[in-house]
Structure formats: structure tokens, C-alpha cells
């Protein structure tokens, strides 16, 4: 397990680990997988400015995941290979992101998160006709979808009332993403945050800040106390 404050997998890529005061879940939050889809990076950001903090169990978050493709704002390292198609990853390969991949499924193994998020953005308006399209989803691998999707989508929802800004749930399994391949190692529940990069960057930043701290809220990391 992590010690509670920062630790790095690289001199860029820090985990930030809370823990609560009251036992609880463990949820894992991150961002940057892909680095032209900086919402999400930014989101996350912004939360940790601003001293987000567990009420029970521990939070960790991993705001820029794959720090070389965010600078270049590519979805990839120059020359490098899609981070979120690399897992479980090889500790001995030559390429970084496998080896990055590894690390990562290391650190799921040893936190047995009980909710894993992925921050994404999407170019393409999500069209039940059009696959893939993602954006504004909340994308699970599972056949039986987790009650929280619902539950979260519905709170975004009532948010962000503008019909374009409307989230859906989609069932979009990809076999070596981080995603599936932790949900398949570690029995949590495990979704990909996808907005729609049409978006204005600002209320991008807003619905994914909105949907962690929703999400939060609902596995019980960030519980308001009870009166
Ligand atoms: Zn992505």
C-alpha cells in the first residue's frame, strides 16, 4: 500500500493518497491516460487546489497519467504506444507505457480499490448509431451494469439540464484497457468518464469535476456527516 501524501511513478506522475479519518472504501481517481483529453486533468487539478478530501476509507488520485502525452497534448507520447490499450502491462518491456501499465496494476492489486474512474474526453457526440462515440457518457465494461451509473448519470443530468449536455450510459467493453483489465483483476466497479470535446473547455472542467465528486459521494469516500 501507498503511504498517505505523494508518491511518484515517475519524477511527473505523482499519486496523491488520502486517507480518512473513518474506515471505508478505497476510490481511485485519474486522469491524463490520454493527453489531449485535459478536462479531466484539469478537473482533478482544481480538486486537489482545493484540498478534496475522503470522509471514510482513502482516495487516491493520479491526476496526469501519462505525463509526456499531456505536454505534447497527443493521445499518445511522440512515438509512443496508446497507454490505455497496454494493460496489465510487462515490468521488463522496452516500451515506458507497458511498463507504466504494470506499475499501475500493481498498485490496483495492492489497494483493492472499490471504484476505479478513468477521466476521458471524446471528439465525436455520442449517436446510438455511430460506434464508438462517447461523448457524454459514462462507459462500463460489465454486462450488468453498476446501480452507481444510474445514479450518477441522473445527478448529471439534473445538472446539466441542456439536452446536449445530457449523459447516457454506454456498454463499450475494450479487453486490454485499464479499465476492464482492472474490473477483471480486482472485482471493482470501474468506469470511463467520457465528455464531448465540443464543449467550452471551462464547463468540460465543470461536468468532470461534477461527476468525481457525485461519484465519491455515492461509494461513501466523501460522505457528508450525519446531523
Ligand atoms: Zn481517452
Keep these: 500500500m501507498l503511504p498517505a501524501g505523494v508518491s511518484h511513478f515517475t519524477p511527473t506522475l505523482a499519486l496523491h493518497v488520502f486517507d480518512a479519518p473513518e474506515p471505508g472504501p478505497t476510490a481511485l481517481v485519474q486522469a491524463g491516460i490520454h493527453g489531449d483529453e ?10 486537489l487546489e482545493e ?18 502525452a499531456y505536454r505534447a497534448r497527443e493521445r499518445t507520447r511522440v ?5 490505455n490499450r497496454c494493460f496489465p502491462g510487462d515490468a521488463t ?3 515506458p ?6 506499475m499501475f496494476m500493481d498498485l490496483v492489486l495492492s489497494e483493492r480499490p472499490a471504484l476505479v474512474v478513468t477521466l476521458h474526453e471524446s471528439r465525436k457526440r455520442y449517436d446510438p448509431a455511430v460506434t464508438p462515440s462517447f461523448g457524454q457518457t459514462i462507459v462500463y465494461g460489465v454486462e ?4 452507481i451509473v444510474d445514479r450518477t448519470i441522473a445527478a448529471l443530468n439534473a445538472r446539466f439540464t441542456d ?7 454506454l456498454y463499450y467493453p475494450v479487453a486490454t484497457s485499464s479499465t476492464e483489465v482492472i474490473v477483471g483483476a480486482v472485482d471493482c466497479v470501474g468506469l470511463c468518464i467520457e465528455t464531448w470535446s465540443g464543449f467550452a473547455e471551462a464547463r468540460r ?3 468532470q469535476r461534477a461527476t468525481v465528486e457525485i461519484l465519491l459521494d455515492d461509494i461513501g469516500v466523501r460522505r457528508a456527516p450525519r446531523g
Design 38 to 47: 485535459i478536462a479531466g486533468v484539469h478537473a482533478l487539478a482544481e480538486l
Design 51 to 68: 484540498g478534496i478530501r475522503p470522509s471514510h476509507g482513502r482516495l487516491i488520485v493520479v491526476p496526469v497519467m501519462n505525463p509526456p
Design 79 to 83: 512515438g509512443g504506444l496508446d497507454l
Design 93 to 95: 518491456a522496452p516500451e
Design 97 to 102: 507505457e507497458r511498463r507504466l501499465a504494470r
Design 144 to 147: 450488468n451494469r453498476p446501480p
Design 163 to 169: 439536452g446536449a449536455e445530457q449523459f447516457v450510459p
Design 205 to 207: 472542467i465543470e461536468m
